[in-house]
C-alpha cells in the first residue's frame, strides 16, 4: 500500500504538468488556426480587393472613359462635411468694450501730445522777417555747443579782418577767410547772399582754443541761419540783434524743457508714443494729424482687427490707411500712436459660429467628378490624383485584386498578436480554459464587425472591461493594445475616433480588475467616457491648425465620444453576468455577490445546519487570511469556503456540530458502514447543490477536493474493530473520500483549515506553542498522506498558513475579564450572566 502511494505521488505531478501544458495553449492547433484564419478574414478586408491602380500610383498607360458619366465621391464629401462641422468656418464680431478702451486710450494719448506742445506753444518766437520758420525750428533743436559757434561765426565776420587766413581756421573743408570773402554775405543792396553759393558745401567750424581736439559740423541750414543772422545783424541796432538771440536762447530752453517730458513719458510707460517731430508740427499740421488718426482709427476699428493676425501685419494696413489722410511729415508719428493704442477688437460669436458651421454642413453639396465618352482619365507614366483613382474605380478599371503579399504579411501580423496574448495566457494564467480563448477571440472580432456594419462606435471600451473583468488588467490591455494596433492596418477607420475608443478601452481594461460591486463599474463606465471624450478633444486640439475655434464647434462630438463610452460601459455591465455563467467565468464582482449571506443556499444553510455554517465561517477567517498572507485569491478562498460543506444539508443530524447535545445518530446506526456512506454522501449531495444552482466549477471544486481522498479514520478504525471479531476484511479505500484531491493552492488551504477548525476549537488554556505544534501535527499528516501533492503549496507556506491559523484562533479565543460577584446582589449577578451567555 505504501509502494502505490509512492507510485502515485511522484506520477501525479507529472500528469498535472502534462494537464497544465495543455490547457496554457488552450488547447489545440486548430483553436489557434482559427483565431489566425477568422481575424484576419475580418481584420483584412484591405487587401482582398486592392486596386492596383491606386491613388498616388503611376499609370502604365493611357486610359480613356468608356463612357460619359458623373461619378460621386462619398469619402472627400464626407471628410469637407466633417472638417465644416469641427469649426474650420468661424464667424468673429466686434466687441465694443475693446473698441471704448481704444477710444479711451487714444483720447489719453492726444490729450498728453496737447499737453507736451503746450510747453513751446510760443511759435514762431522771433518775426519770420528776421529769422524764417524753418531756420527757427532749426536753431531751437541744436546742440548748445553749435549754437554758440553760429554765435561766434556772425560776430567774427562783422569784424575788421587783416589779409590772410585767420586763425584757427583751416581751407578746403574749414570756414576760411577768403572762403568767406568770395561767398559775400552781404551784397550792396543788403539782400541775402546767394544760398546755391553758400550751401554748395558742407564746412567745419574748429574751436578757437589752441591744441583743441573738437570740431563742429557746419550743416546747410547752419549757414542758412548764419546768414540770416548776419543780414539782420547788418541792417539793425545792436540792441535788437541782442534781443533777437537772447528770444532765440529762451525759445532753446523751452524746447529742451518739451524734449525732457517726452522722455519722462516714455519712462513712465514703458514705450515710445511720441518723438521730436510732435514739436516741430505747426498748429495746423498737428490739427489735421489729429482728425487723421481719429479717422483711421474708426476705419480699423469698423473693419474688425483679428486676434490671429500678428501685428506685424495690421501695423502694415495702418501705413496704407494713414497715407493721404495726415500731413507726409507727420505719418510716421501717426501710425506710432496707433500702433500703441489699437487692438484687436474682433472675438467669437459663438451662435454665429454655430450657425455658419451648420448652414456650411449642409451646403456642401457632393464632390462629383464628370467626364465625357473617351475623354482621357489619366495619362501613362502620370501619377494617379484623387479624381482619376474614383472614375477608374467607377468603371472597374482600377484593376482591383487580392493582394497576397500583403496579405501574408499581415497574416503574420496576426499570427503575431496571437502569440503574444498567448504568452501573456502563460505566464498569468497557466490554468486558462479553451473556452477562454474562445471568448477572448468573439471580443476581439467584434470590433472589426462593428466596422463592417458601419456601426460608428467601436467596442474597444467595451473589450477592455469585460477582459480586464475576466481575466485581469495585464491581459485586457494586451487584447486592447494588440487590436487598436492590427485593425487599422486591415481596415480603413477615423484614426481621431479609434484612437480615442482605444484610450477608453485602455483605462477600463486597467481598473476593472479592482472593482468589487456592479455600482463600481458603472461608476467605471463613467471614467471611461469621459477618458473618451477628453482625447477626443485633445487629439483634434493637437491635430487641427485652428484651436481656438475648436473649443465650441467641437463640443458635439466630445459629447457624443464620452456618451458612446459609457454606452459601451452599460453594454459591458449588462453582458458580463450572462457571460461569466455561459463560459463559467469568476469574477471579483461575482464572488462578491456569491459571498452574500442572503444567498438562497446560504440561507438554507444557516437555517438548516446551524452548526455547520458556524463552522463554516469559522473555516472561512482561517483560510482567508492563510491566503491573503501567501497571495492567493483571497474572494475564491472566502467564497469557495462558503459553499464547502452545503452537502451536509441532506442530513444535518449525521454530523456533530448540528446535534446541539442531542444524541448522536451514528450510536443509534451501530454500523460503521452505514455511518461512512453518510459522511461522504455530504459531497456527493454538495455537488449535485452546487450544479443545481449553477455555481462556477471554481466553487464547486472546493466540494470534494476539501476532503480529497482523506480516510475517515474514526469509522474506518470501528470497522476494524469489528471485522477483527467478525473475521471480516475491511478494505480501507471504502472509508476514504472519492477525491479529487486538492488542485489548487486555494482548496489545498480550505482543506487544512477544515482539518484544523476542530482541533482548534477544542482548545482551552493552550498556549501558542501547543496550537501551533497540533496544527502542524494536523498538516503533518495531510502531507504524509499525499493530499497536498497537486495543490501547489510549498513546505514554507506550510509553515505560514501554520502560523497564521493559530493567530486567528487566538483572536477567536481571546479572554475575558471575570466579575466580581461579592459586590453585586443577585439581581445584578443573573444580568451579568445573561450578558456573558449572549456574548
Same mark, same amino acid.
Given at each position: 500500500m505504501h509502494l502505490t502511494r509512492l507510485i502515485g505521488k511522484l506520477l501525479k505531478p507529472q500528469k498535472k504538468q502534462q494537464l497544465s501544458s495543455w490547457s496554457a495553449l488552450a488547447t489545440s492547433p486548430i483553436l489557434v488556426v482559427l483565431a489566425i484564419a477568422s481575424l484576419t478574414a475580418t481584420i483584412g478586408q484591405r487587401y482582398y480587393s486592392q486596386p492596383k491602380l491606386d491613388e498616388g500610383t503611376v499609370a502604365p498607360q493611357t486610359i480613356l472613359a468608356p463612357e460619359g458619366a458623373i461619378v460621386p465621391d462619398n469619402k472627400v464629401t464626407e471628410e469637407q462635411r466633417k472638417s465644416a462641422r469641427l469649426g474650420d468656418i468661424t464667424v468673429l464680431m466686434i466687441n465694443e468694450s475693446v473698441n471704448q478702451k481704444v477710444n479711451k486710450e487714444l483720447a489719453e494719448i492726444l490729450a498728453l501730445g496737447n499737453q507736451i506742445r503746450q510747453i513751446v506753444v510760443n511759435f514762431p518766437f522771433v518775426n519770420t522777417g528776421i529769422l524764417s520758420t524753418n531756420t527757427q525750428l532749426h536753431l531751437r533743436q541744436i546742440s548748445q555747443e553749435?549754437?554758440?559757434?553760429?554765435?561766434?561765426?556772425?560776430?567774427?565776420? *562783422? @569784424?575788421? @579782418?587783416?589779409?590772410?587766413?585767420?586763425?584757427?581756421?583751416? =581751407?578746403?573743408?574749414?570756414? =576760411?577767410?577768403?572762403?568767406?570773402?568770395?561767398?559775400?554775405?552781404?551784397s550792396n543792396n543788403n539782400n541775402l547772399i546767394d544760398n546755391n553759393q553758400l550751401l554748395s558745401k558742407p564746412l567745419i567750424l574748429v574751436n578757437y582754443q589752441e591744441n583743441s581736439q573738437n570740431s563742429i559740423v557746419i550743416s546747410s541750414k547752419d549757414r542758412q541761419a548764419i546768414s540770416e543772422l548776419l543780414a539782420y545783424r547788418k541792417k539793425s541796432f545792436f540792441q535788437n540783434y541782442d534781443r533777437v538771440l537772447e528770444e532765440v536762447s529762451q525759445a532753446r530752453d523751452v524746447y529742451e524743457e518739451a524734449i525732457e517730458a517726452l522722455a519722462?513719458?516714455?519712462e513712465i510707460e514703458g514705450y515710445?508714443?511720441?518723438?521730436? =517731430?510732435?514739436?516741430?508740427?505747426?498748429?495746423?499740421?498737428?490739427?489735421?494729424?489729429?482728425?487723421?488718426?481719429?479717422?483711421?482709427?474708426e476705419r480699423m476699428l469698423a473693419q474688425g482687427i483679428s486676434p490671429n493676425l500678428p501685428k506685424e501685419e495690421w501695423v502694415k494696413a495702418l501705413k496704407v490707411q494713414v497715407n493721404g489722410v495726415v500731413p507726409v511729415v507727420a505719418e510716421d508719428l501717426a501710425i506710432n500712436v496707433l500702433k500703441v493704442a489699437l487692438e484687436a477688437n474682433l472675438s467669437l460669436d459663438p451662435e454665429g459660429t454655430k450657425q455658419s458651421v451648420e448652414l456650411a454642413a449642409q451646403d456642401i453639396e457632393t464632390v462629383t467628378y464628370k467626364v465625357k465618352k473617351n475623354e482621357v482619365i489619366v495619362k501613362q507614366g502620370k501619377n494617379i490624383n484623387r479624381k482619376a483613382f474614383v472614375l477608374l474605380d467607377h468603371f472597374g478599371l482600377s484593376r482591383r485584386t487580392v493582394n497576397w503579399r500583403g496579405l501574408v504579411v499581415f497574416v503574420g501580423i496576426v499570427s503575431g498578436a496571437v502569440g503574444i496574448v498567448v504568452i501573456v495566457e502563460r505566464q498569468l494564467k497557466p490554468c486558462f480554459r479553451r473556452r477562454d480563448n474562445i471568448l477572448l477571440l468573439l471580443l476581439s472580432l467584434s470590433a472589426p464587425l462593428l466596422i463592417t456594419l458601419r456601426i460608428p462606435w467601436s467596442s474597444l471600451p467595451a473589450i477592455g472591461l469585460l477582459v480586464g473583468t475576466?481575466?485581469?488588467?495585464?491581459?485586457?490591455?494586451?487584447?486592447?493594445?494588440?487590436?487598436?494596433?492590427?485593425?487599422?492596418?486591415?481596415?480603413?477607420?477615423d484614426k481621431i475616433d479609434w484612437f480615442a475608443s482605444a484610450a477608453g478601452g485602455i483605462v477600463g481594461s486597467l481598473i476593472a480588475e479592482k472593482m468589487r460591486s456592479r455600482e463600481e463599474q458603472a461608476l467605471l463606465g463613467v471614467g471611461i467616457g469621459l477618458t473618451q471624450g477628453?482625447?477626443?478633444?485633445?487629439?483634434?486640439?493637437?491635430?487641427?491648425?485652428?484651436?481656438?475655434?475648436?473649443?465650441?464647434?467641437?463640443?458635439?462630438?466630445?459629447?457624443?465620444?464620452?456618451?458612446?463610452? *459609457?454606452?459601451?460601459?452599460?453594454?459591458?455591465?449588462?453582458?458580463?453576468?450572462?457571460?461569466?455563467?455561459l463560459f463559467d467565468l469568476i469574477t471579483p464582482i461575482r464572488l462578491s455577490e456569491l459571498a452574500n449571506p442572503n444567498r438562497p443556499l446560504l440561507k438554507r444553510l444557516a437555517s438548516e445546519a446551524p452548526g455547520t455554517f458556524q463552522h463554516t465561517l469559522f473555516v472561512a477567517s482561517l483560510a482567508e487570511a492563510a491566503a491573503r498572507a501567501i497571495g492567493c485569491n483571497v474572494e475564491l478562498v472566502r467564497t469557495g469556503t462558503l459553499y464547502h460543506d452545503i452537502g451536509k444539508m441532506h442530513d444535518p443530524l449525521g454530523f456533530i456540530e448540528n446535534q446541539m447535545g442531542g444524541p448522536n445518530k451514528h450510536d443509534e446506526i451501530k454500523d460503521p458502514w452505514v455511518s461512512v456512506e453518510i459522511i461522504r454522501k455530504h459531497v456527493t449531495e454538495g455537488l449535485v447543490m452546487a450544479r443545481r444552482h449553477r455555481l462556477p466549477k471554481a466553487i464547486t471544486a472546493f466540494i470534494p477536493e476539501h476532503q480529497g481522498t482523506m480516510l475517515i479514520a474514526y469509522f474506518y478504525y470501528q470497522a476494524k474493530q469489528r471485522a477483527e471479531k467478525g473475521g471480516k476484511v475491511v478494505k480501507e479505500e471504502m472509508f476514504r473520500y472519492a477525491g479529487p484531491i486538492p488542485q489548487s493552492r486555494e482548496t489545498g488551504i480550505v482543506m487544512l483549515a477544515d482539518s484544523c477548525e476542530a482541533a482548534l476549537r477544542s482548545l482551552k488554556d493552550a498556549t501558542h506553542k501547543d496550537a501551533l505544534q497540533m496544527v502542524k501535527k494536523i498538516m503533518r499528516a495531510r502531507w504524509q498522506d499525499n493530499q497536498l501533492v497537486d495543490s501547489g503549496l510549498t513546505r514554507a507556506e506550510m509553515s505560514t498558513i501554520a502560523e497564521i491559523f493559530v493567530q486567528v484562533w487566538e483572536q477567536y479565543n481571546h479572554k475575558r475579564i471575570a466579575y466580581p460577584k461579592a459586590a453585586m446582589n443577585p439581581n445584578q449577578v443573573k444580568t451579568v450572566k445573561s450578558v456573558v451567555s449572549s456574548n
Open positions: 553749435k549754437w554758440v559757434a553760429i554765435q561766434q561765426i556772425v560776430e567774427e565776420e *562783422l @569784424r575788421e @579782418r587783416p589779409p590772410g587766413p585767420q586763425p584757427g581756421i583751416t =581751407t578746403d573743408s574749414i570756414l =576760411t577767410k577768403d572762403l568767406i570773402d568770395s561767398i559775400e554775405f552781404v519722462q513719458q516714455q515710445e508714443v511720441y518723438d521730436s =517731430t510732435l514739436l516741430e508740427l505747426s498748429d495746423t499740421d498737428w490739427q489735421k494729424t489729429q482728425i487723421g488718426i481719429k479717422t483711421v482709427k475576466f481575466y485581469g488588467s495585464t491581459m485586457g490591455v494586451t487584447v486592447v493594445g494588440l487590436i487598436s494596433v492590427v485593425l487599422p492596418i486591415g481596415m480603413d477607420v477628453t482625447v477626443y478633444l485633445l487629439t483634434n486640439l493637437i491635430v487641427r491648425a485652428t484651436p481656438g475655434l475648436l473649443w465650441y464647434a467641437i463640443v458635439g462630438p466630445v459629447g457624443l465620444q464620452a456618451v458612446a463610452g *459609457l454606452v459601451w460601459s452599460i453594454v459591458a455591465l449588462g453582458l458580463s453576468p450572462y457571460l461569466e455563467h
